[in-house]
């Protein structure tokens, strides 16, 4: 099974940066996802970290402590389409299923203000 | 173009009346699944498919049926369905290699169960 922590809400400037954390207990590990999700609307892929490090992919990175069950996104320049949900997404190897099964975090939901 | 369809992506019914939201890709992934979304829960998997023909509870499947009889299909079925249900409904997809399966998610059904 899994557990996976993410704050529930966090408001930013526009043009600031903000940084949403992400902490898991899981065996199995498999890979680590954030996907972005506006208010009605389908999550949509962000990024995925399998190894430690540090992701960039233009404003947005992600990072990943494997041994800290620990990952952050951090997003940059915040403009106003950023206001969304942001999800936690932690892949997990399932031996009897032969396959991965993804559980999800509550989600971080992101204001963005003038 | 690649995608995830679902239908209806709007539902008002009764408890009791038994209903089908249908789910399709386009992408010929092995791995499909439904996920439920309440306010401050997250996304919670009710059922997935590694393939046709095999399907296993989620986290959450009591209430709901599905079946996998191609590969392009998976139909969550709602034998009779109570208000707790009242919901908002993903299917997603994914290739079932390890290093690829980032899922791809249809664009939801708002589901009211009276």
């Known amino acids: 099974g899994q557990n996976i922590d993410q704050p529930t809400e966090m408001t930013a400037t526009e043009g600031a940066i903000v940084q949403i954390n992400c902490t898991y207990q899981t065996s199995g590990f498999n890979g680590l996802f954030w996907y972005q999700q506006h208010a009605g609307e389908a999550p949509t892929f962000l990024s995925y970290n399998v190894l430690d490090g540090l992701e960039e992919k233009g404003r947005f990175s992600s990072f990943l402590s494997r041994s800290k069950g620990y990952s952050y996104l951090l997003l940059k320049e915040l ?3 950023d206001s969304a949900s942001y999800l936690c997404a932690v892949r997990e190897w399932e031996i009897k299923a032969a ?4 559980t999800f975090g509550g989600g971080t939901r992101v204001l963005v203000k003038p | 173009e690649a995608q995830v369809t679902q239908n209806p992506r709007y539902l008002i019914t009764v408890t009791g009346k038994k209903l089908t939201v249908t789910c399709s890709q386009n992408m010929n992934h092995e791995y499909m699944s439904w996920y439920r979304q309440d306010p401050g829960l997250g996304l919670r998997q009710i059922y997935y498919s590694m393939n046709v023909e095999v399907t296993d509870k989620g986290d959450v499947p009591e209430g709901y049926k599905v079946s996998r009889k191609e590969k ?4 969550l079925i709602l034998e009779s369905p109570s208000p707790n249900q009242t919901s908002l409904y993903f299917c997603a997809s994914s290739s079932r290699s390890i290093e690829a399966d980032t899922q791809y998610f249809g664009p939801g059904t708002r589901l009211t169960v009276l």
């Open chain 1, 99 to 102: 396959g991965n099964k993804l």
């Open chain 1, 79 to 81: 403009q106003m389409k």
């Open chain 2, 72 to 75: 392009r299909n998976f139909p």
